[in-house]
Structure formats: C-alpha cells, structure tokens
C-alpha cells in the first residue's frame, strides 16, 4: 500500500487500478481460458445470490441449499481468493500456480463439508468427530491463509491469536487475569467449524442474505455510470466556490460512501479526479489526500450501507434495519456538513483561489442543494401514497401496473437524459478545467435516482427484508444496463442499436463479476470475525476486557470511554468495515454497557454499537496502519504518515461525534418526537460547526486563544445542555426504602427509575454494584408491576430485598452474576426518580448568546467577505 513508485511522485491511473485491485478484488490476471473460467465463476456466485434473494427462491432452490447457503456462499469466496489473490508480492499474476488451484478445490470442499456431510453431523449432536476436528483445523488455515491474502495480514493475525487464546488460554505464560481452562481441539472445531458459533455465526449468514445484494447494487450502479454522474454534479454545483473541488470531494465521496463498502475504493474512484484539483487550487498534497480520506472513511457510517455493518447491527443489536438506519442518520449527516466547513475554513485561511470564471452565490448554493436533497426525500416518502391508491383499486394486479408505471418512469426519464450527450470522465490535470453546467447534465443521469427511489421504498416504506429490497432495485438495474445505450440510441436516432446492446450486455456480465469479486474480501473477513466471536462466546474473554479497561481507567467514566476508543482503534486496524465492526463489537460494546452502568451511564445498546464502530473505523485514517491515507498518498504523491494525521485531524468532529450521542442519546432520534428531531438536527449541527470553528482556530476570522476555548465551551454546552442545567436543579429525587413499593405503583407508566443494585458476585462472593433503568409497566399496584418484569422486591430490616428474576423474564439477564443464595442478600442500595424541573433547553439561550457576543467581536476585526469568501 506504501508504495508510491518514486518519492512524491503520485501513482499512474493504471497503477491506481492495480491498486484498487490488489485491495478489492484481487491483484491477479491470468487471461485465456482461467480468465474466463474466474469471470464464470464470478459471475454464477451474483446468479446464485440474487437468486436466493428473490421471492421465489423457494420455488426455484431446493431447501438443502437455502438452508446451506452460508457454506456456498464461503465456498465461492474462498475459491476465488486463492485464484484472484496471489500469495505474495513476487508470487505470478498472469498464471494461477498449482498449489493455488489445490487449495483453492481444498478450501471450497471444506467449506461446503457441513452441506455434504450434513447427514452425519446432524446424527452426531453437531458434535465434530475425529475426522470433523481435523478437516475443520485444514478449513481454518486455508480460511486464514485467504483472508490474508484478500485483506492483509492483520485479520489473519488477530484471528490466529484469538485461536491460540481457545487452546492455550490455562497455560501458565498466559497472563493470570486473562486465563481461562482451554478446550480440547475436537471441542474447538465442533465450535468454530461444525456449529454455527464460529465461522458460520451471524456475521456470514448477514454477509450471505443482505451484504452480497447491496454490494452488487452499488458495482451495478458504478458500471451504469452513476459515480460519475455524482462526481460531476458535485462539481459543477460546488466547483467554482472557494475550496470547490475539496468541497465537491465531499459531497461526492458521500455520495459514493451511500452504496460503497470499502473507504479504499472511495478514496481512489473519487480522489484521482478530486485530489489533483485539490492541488491546483492551493491545497497541500498532505491535505488534498487527507481531504479525501475523511470524506471517504465518513461514506463506511453513512446510511443505507455503512460499509455493510448496518445489517450486521440489525443482528448484534436486535432492532429493525429502518430503525438502525434512523439511528445512524443524524450523526453521519452532521459529520459531513462539519467536513464541508472544515474545507472551507482552509479555503479561507489560505485565501485559495477558485475554478473557472463563474461566480457563485455560497448560499444559493447550499440552499439549492439542500432543496434537491429534501425533494429526494420527499419524493422516497411521497411514493408510498399513489402506490396505495393503485393497490386499492386493482389488489390483484397492483405488482404488474407498478412495474409498467415505474418502466414508463425510466422511459421518461432517459428520453430526457438522450438531449445531451453522455457524461465522459474529466482529466482533472488538463490545462483549462471547465465547470460542467449543473443546469444541463442534471438531466442525463436522473434515471440513476429510481433503483435508489426503488431500494429506499421497500426498506422504509414497505419496511420489507434488506435482502429483498436490494433484489427488486438490483432486478431494476439489470434492465437499465442492458437497455440504456440501446435505447438512447434510439431515441437519438443513431443507427447503432444491436451494438449499444452489446455494449449494454457486456455492462451486465462485468458488474455481476465486479460485484463478486468485490465481495471475495467482505465474505472472507465475516467469516474469520466468525473466530473471533466464537472465542468471545466460548471462554468469556469478553468480560475480561470489561476487568482490565475498568482496572485501566480507575473508576473514572470519561477514562473508561477513553480506553475503550483506543482499543476499538487499534483493534480496527487493517480490517475492512464489515470485520472491523465484528471485531470492536464483539470485544467493546458489552465493556460500554457493562462498565457504563455500574457508574451510572444506562446506554441504549444501538448506541454503544455505534461508538466502538465509529472508533473502529477511524483506523482507516490512523497511521501507522492508515490504509485509506496510503492509498490518498498514492494519488496525491504526498507523504503517507503526514497524510494520515492531517486526516485525523479533519475527522476530529467524527471522533466527538460517539462522545456526545453517548451522553445525549437525542442525537441518535432515540424516544424523541419528529419537532424534537428538527431541534436536535438545528442544534447538533450549529454546535458541531462551532466545534470545528474552535479546533480550526478560525470562525469569522482568526481566532484568539479564549475565543477557541470559548467556541468549544459552546459546543459543549448545546451538545450536553444537561450537564450544565443539573448543576442548576437535582434531577433525581432518592425514594426511600420503606417507599419503593408505593412509589412504583404510584408513577406513571413509562417513568424510568434508576436503580443501584448491590449483592455478592456468583463467582467471587465478593461485594459488587451495578445500576440498572427500571421502566414502570402498566399495574394496579406496585406488586403487580415489579412482579410483570418479573422482580420479587421485599422490604425488610429496612433494605429493599431482591429475589432472583424467573428466567425468561426481562431482569434474568441484568442480574446472572450476582449469588442470590448467599448470606448477603442482594438488595436495592439507591432507587432514583426522575424529578420534573426547567427543561435542558433553556442552556441553548445563553450558549447563542455568547456564540453571538463573539460573532460580534470577531466581525468587527475581520476584512470584508473573509468569512464568506
């Protein structure tokens, strides 16, 4: 990743493709017939999976391989790793050698064992036998041996050790606070191999239903041409600001980031047109690369596809796919307005010059793309209200006149594309660049739009499946790519329609194979973090962790979060999206929820996820294992190393961002109402812009030391109005014990009481605590409504006295790790209720008062149109 030919010298485009394909999807082009049998293959592994995420699946597969789809789907992957990757740097890429082809066969056939030998293994308990133990340790290695090849040592390495960690975790060299009793090999492979524990777990089986869908929508819509439709939007519409391209770089890389699942990618599909502009106008190499990286690294937590984690959550976290991404949104869109004006902010410190010779209004501009933005909404929203009408006056045949109505759509809509030329790549280091005309090209990629309309429809409106939404968008690109050219040259009139069809047909086959191949990484790193996972469930290593950071940070929450950010930082570096979340989430999330609420943080799970997922992917732009910022270092000809913390330095508003939806869950549209949404949106984003205002060292103009301190006091105060406003009133009332009954059955439903529960550990029998969020259910009395969450409460020798919770009841859970059999009883220590007082709101008032004060102040010494120019 670090090679950049010369010092300084920025990599050819054909050097650039190598190295998106040595990342992506495989370094290796052998040509001939094993080129052809590799793109056959490629190609029926999208077949097979689209198939499978059709609605007549069942129809069309037999039940066997619906059921073993997972080992299919790994079997294709490993397959083609060991043909696609080479095994080193001075291994062959234009011949496939022997012991590649071996193990290739080897690794497919073990990962389709389970599916063969079905029969056996169901007969056996799920139990592997002493030929099971050792084909699967043969699968493991092939697996890991893969997995390096397509994803760089740091997945197999962490695995491996992981591994390591299930066999000789009671050995004496291992650290006495991580030892555990070891397990035999046969218990292992059962384990990780055999079962669907290990490398079979969730994060495969999500890969296999919904991961492979969207990343063959997104290579489809790249191979239609609409990356660079967006591109060129992008450009046209921010261009010729000050810091245009920087700007268009964003928007751009967000655009892309909505359907990629590799920052890599992004950074070199848009950095090789945005990064040479960057330059020209007057950024550094360092800071066009590092420009690109956080624009880029931000697409992985932007909405629908989050780099394919969001499904993954879907499983980790136990909420629906519309509500994860409602979740997720808010964060995401806020990150990259502050990118926007981080860009800006330099533009205007280094008073670079602009592109071309048209003269833009800054708000027209933002107010026009706002528009276009909300229209989209609206019209993804809106949809849903015709397609009601038709399905009630025609039930029966409402699927068959939705699809001509959505065919005459795309007919309309290409017509109107056909009036222009189509859209052809810029050279962004011609002498003169021209700033296409937005007013003109919008119209020749606006079909793009209905897969996206169609995808979005499904998942939000019709709230089906993602897997099935991704299939009727994906079928609908099948039918632009293969009727866009032919069909344009119709409308053109030009006398060239069997060979646009050709072209067209050739757009299919290669996006399918794209899409395959880009999965080769994706399948393999959910399958490795299947290892990682199994370990965590087989030895409890996760509670582990949760010792060692609460040991590390001595109590203290803010130290602890600290801790746990570094360790999903360095635990993500080197993997891809999908495995790094795995990895973060498996190992960090339950150290949050744990640690978070025996010091009084009671987190909503979603939450947690996200902050180790942010964190995890920040290793992305980290050095020293930055590969986002290599790769922008290869385009750009600018120092890896200083690229990379030039990029960290950008992406300090995504760093802040988990912090603060942490501690103000409002952020993440959790229990609030759509006017509180359209306040938290307002309020989130003048805070992060003020933040960013405060680390540039610029608002108006330049800052003064105080004024910095005070812009980020100011952030802080309309992020966390909380912390400022409990200062003023107690926000809890402690209830006493000889109450707790009564005052349970007198609140309200729904009322959250917080609870410190103290008692013996199950193990140690030492003394521990925790807190726990006690939601008030309906009941007649206050027995009724302990007893309907299943909690025996009695008061007695003035304690509040616990009995352990039935399991299956809601606080079977919370409360395993404590020994309710003890001398000690386990008992209530604290119980708070909240207490109705002036609402946090009212902090804003005086934060805009300031931030206004200081506009004020700093206006007054700032030259004309610095701050807007």
């Not at 949809?383 to 959505?406: F, K, M, S």
């Not at 994706?522 to 199994?534: H, K, N």
């Not at 962790?545 to 570094?566: K, R």
Request: one cysteine or more; charged letters at 15%.
């Amino acid at each position: 990743m670090t090679e950049t030919g010369e010092r300084g010298r920025p990599l050819s485009e054909s050097e650039l493709q190598e190295l998106v394909a040595a990342t992506d999807a495989g370094g290796r082009n052998p040509g001939g017939a094993v080129a052809l049998f590799m793109a056959t293959v490629a190609f029926v592994w999208s077949a097979f999976q689209v198939l499978l995420a059709s609605p007549v699946s069942n129809l069309l597969l037999p039940g066997d391989i619906i059921n073993n789809s997972r080992q299919i789907h790994l079997a294709f992957a490993i397959f083609l790793a060991f043909l696609a990757y080479p095994a080193a740097k001075s291994s062959p890429r234009h011949y496939i050698p022997i012991q590649d082809w071996i193990m290739a066969i080897a690794g497919a056939f073990i990962a389709l064992y389970g599916y063969i030998f079905y029969e056996k293994i169901v007969n056996a308990g799920g139990l592997a036998d002493n030929t099971d133990k050792w084909v699967a340790l043969v699968g493991l290695i092939l697996l890991f041996e893969a997995a390096r090849r397509a994803l760089g040592p740091a997945m197999a390495i962490i695995a491996t050790i992981f591994l390591l960690y299930v066999f000789f975790g009671s050995s004496s060299w291992v650290p006495e606070v991580i030892r555990w009793k070891g397990a035999s090999l046969q218990k292992a492979m059962s384990h990780m191999w055999i079962t669907s524990e290990g490398v079979f777990g969730i994060a495969l089986g999500v890969s296999t239903k919904f991961v492979f869908l969207f990343v063959l929508f997104g290579a489809l819509l790249e191979k239609a041409g609409a990356g660079n439709y967006f591109i060129k939007m992008a450009f046209g519409a921010l261009g010729a600001l000050r810091g245009g391209p920087a700007k268009a770089a964003v928007v751009g890389s967000a655009a892309t980031g909505l359907i990629s699942g590799s920052s890599i990618a992004n950074v070199v599909t848009t950095g090789t047109f945005t990064i040479p502009l960057m330059k020209r106008v007057g950024f550094t190499p360092e800071k066009a690369g590092a420009v690109e990286v956080a624009s880029s690294v931000n697409g992985q937590i932007m909405p629908p596809v989050m780099g394919a984690a969001a499904f993954l959550m879907v499983e980790y976290v136990g909420i629906s796919y519309v509500e994860v991404i409602k979740h997720a949104f808010l964060p995401a869109v806020i990150s990259y307005i502050a990118l926007v004006y981080i860009v800006h902010l330099e533009a205007v410190q280094n008073n670079m010059p602009t592109i071309g010779d048209k003269v833009v209004n800054l708000g027209r501009t933002i107010g026009g793309m706002a528009l276009f933005f909300a229209g989209f909404a609206l019209l993804c929203y809106g949809v849903q209200y015709p397609v009601r009408w038709i399905v009630a006056l025609v039930p029966e045949g409402a699927g068959w006149l939705l699809a001509v109505l959505t065919g005459l759509a795309y007919l309309a809509l290409l017509w109107l594309a056909a009036q222009e030329p189509d859209l052809e790549p810029d050279d962004p280091n011609a002498e003169q660049v021209e700033l296409p005309d937005v007013g003109r090209i919008y119209k020749t990629g606006l079909y793009f739009l209905l897969p996206i309309v169609v995808l979005v429809y499904f998942l939000m409106i019709e709230q089906k499946s993602p897997g099935l939404s991704a299939f009727w968008a994906t079928f609908l690109l099948f039918f632009i790519l293969l009727t866009q050219k032919p069909l344009k040259a119709i409308f053109r009139g030009e006398n060239r329609t069997a060979n646009a069809f050709r072209e067209g047909l050739g757009d299919f086959v290669q996006g399918m194979i794209d899409g395959a191949r880009n999965m080769i990484g994706i399948g393999l790193a959910t399958a490795t973090a299947g290892v990682i996972v199994g370990t965590v469930t087989l030895t409890g290593v996760g509670q582990v962790m949760a010792d060692l950071v609460e040991f590390l940070s001595g109590g203290s929450l803010i130290l602890m979060l600290l801790f746990v950010a570094l360790l999903s930082l360095v635990l993500g570096m080197g993997l891809p999206t999908t495995a790094n979340y795995i990895v973060v989430s498996s190992l960090m999330a339950g150290v949050v929820v744990e640690l978070g609420a025996n010091h009084g943080l009671i987190v909503p799970l979603i939450a947690v996820h996200l902050f180790v997922f942010y964190f995890g992917i920040m290793a992305d732009v980290t050095p020293p294992v930055g590969l986002a910022s290599f790769a922008a270092a290869a385009v750009s000809g600018g120092d890896a190393i200083r690229t990379g913390f030039t990029a960290f330095f950008y992406s300090l508003r995504t760093v802040v961002l988990p912090f603060v939806f942490i501690f103000n869950t409002d952020l993440l549209l959790i229990d609030v109402t759509w006017w509180q949404g359209v306040i938290v949106f307002v309020i989130s984003t003048i805070a992060i812009l003020v933040f960013t205002a405060g680390t540039m060292g610029w608002f108006l103009t330049r800052s003064r030391m105080w004024e910095s301190a005070a812009l980020i006091l100011i952030a802080f105060a309309l992020v966390r109005p909380g912390f400022f406003m409990n200062m003023i009133q107690e926000p809890w009332r402690e209830i006493a014990p000889a109450e707790f009954i009564t005052e349970v059955g007198r609140l309200a439903p729904g009322t959250e009481l917080r609870l410190k529960v103290a008692g013996p550990d199950f193990d140690t029998g030492e003394m521990r605590e925790s807190q726990v969020v006690l939601v008030i259910p309906e009941g007649a009395s206050g027995e009724d409504r302990l007893s309907a969450v299943g909690l025996i409460v009695l008061v007695e020798d003035g304690l509040v006295k616990l009995d352990e919770p039935f399991p299956g009841t809601p606080y079977f859970e919370t409360f395993k790790n404590y020994d309710f059999y003890a001398d000690e009883p386990v008992r209530i220590v604290v119980a708070l209720e909240p207490v109705e007082g002036l609402p946090k709101e009212l902090v804003f008032i005086p934060a805009l008062l300031l931030l206004g004060g200081l506009a004020l102040v700093q206006s007054r010494r700032a030259r004309p149109g610095e701050a807007l120019a």
